[in-house]
């Protein structure tokens, strides 16, 4: 693998300089970017790896370790540019570590057999500044906590929210299209049409997805995008705010959690709503957000096995404050509930969450380190269980 990214990096760079004839444009500012001298196309190419040590704890009461989890969660190379006119452009993502490829094999899916590296692969047209098209397999606008980067997280990784109803990536059409009223109030709206089954499906069935997002900034735009990463690195000198929210409509889904989870036996449709608000000012910074999934008859057998569409509500809270030196507190809650019809099925999950986080070039070069309190409910038998601690140190280096 690592010999075919250096063929591919000698080859990159040979077109650029040689094809051209001519010495092409360089740029370091975010990752290492290439153009030709008549600006026909562009490359620009990223890394970025997180290495993970977790431990959890016996119970609540005995925390000598049960499990580690020491690996390398995320590695991946990312290329983005345009071709033939800046209107054209593209963004190529791979996953390299076998934990980022949605592999695994006690989660057997006919879509999942095998090593999965390519997660983005998507096409965009803008003829305009206000709208852009795309083509390809690329996140879906779902929850706010999705559709931020994983590079962009202030804790180790996203929520138990997320976890159960988030969207995650697809391949169809997109469209985005953007506005103002006045001087800084801001409407995005974000659509897609996908195959529904998740990325690099095999094939699709009849039905579709149908996806919908709309956020509002009623004070403007943040700095540097930073409603698209979380705590306030940059101390926003005014007060910003952003609410989102939005649906997604899975026409005979195949997996339990749409574009993800276990193989269902038989399609099913359901509804997914989500909605979040984000605030961040001088440092502070919070955030909440909802996701909401239903199915009107979760269940799918064949013959004594039972598989179920993942049901139900799922709270996320963060409350968080960037000191100037770029040493970062945040507090985390996360609330999961599932619908009474899987009552039996699976329990409600509760994380309370502590983070310490020093950022040394804001998200891309950080230090991480959590604390979490587990605790599961039996809502049929309303008994608490699987009650533990779990402590996590996590460094994330990328350009």
Known sequence: MKG??????????????????????????????????????SMNIRFRMQNRVLMNTASDEDLSPSSWDARVRRCRLSFAGHMYSP?????????????????????????????????????????????????GQTKLPGNRQ?????????????????????????????????????????????????????????????????TGRVEILPMGDFSEGGDYFEGDVLREE???????????????AIRAQGELGRDLYTPKSFHTYFADVLFKY????????????????????????????????????QLSYCFKSKWEIAARHT????????????????QFGLGITKYLMKH??????????NRDRNLHTAKEMNKYFFGVFQVELGI
């Open 4 to 41: 075919a990214v250096t063929i591919l990096l000698i080859n990159l760079i040979a077109t650029f300089g040689f094809a051209q004839q001519k010495t092409p444009y360089f740029s370091f500012k975010n990752g290492l970017g290439f153009a030709t001298p008549d600006s026909s196309y």
């Open 87 to 135: 209107k054209l452009s593209y963004y190529l993502q791979l996953s390299f570590s076998r934990g980022d490829m949605d592999w695994s094999m006690n989660d057997p899916s006919n879509t999942n057999t095998s090593p999965n590296a390519v997660r983005d692969a998507v096409i965009y047209y803008k003829p305009n500044q206000h709208l852009q098209l795309g083509l």
């Open 146 to 210: 999705r559709v931020i980067s994983s590079g962009a997280q202030q804790f180790y990784d996203r929520s138990p929210a997320n976890a159960n109803f988030t969207l995650d990536r697809d391949f169809g059409v997109f469209a985005n299209y953007n506005f103002k009223a006045g001087s800084t109030f801001k409407t995005i709206i974000k659509t897609a049409i996908s195959s529904g089954e998740g990325r690099n499906s095999l094939m699709s069935n009849s039905g579709l997805a149908y």
């Open 238 to 252: 005014k007060p910003k705010m952003s609410f989102g929210g939005g649906y997604h409509f899975n026409d005979l």
């Open 282 to 317: 001088k440092g502070l910074a919070v955030t909440a957000e909802y996701i909401r999934r239903d199915c009107d008859n979760p269940f799918t057998k064949s013959g004594s096995s039972t598989r179920f569409v993942i049901d139900g509500d799922g709270i996320n809270t």
């Open 335 to 350: 609330l999961v509930s599932p619908h009474k019809d899987l009552y039996a099925f699976m329990n409600q999950n509760e």
């Open 364 to 373: 891309k070069v950080k230090g991480q380190f959590n604390v979490f309190y």
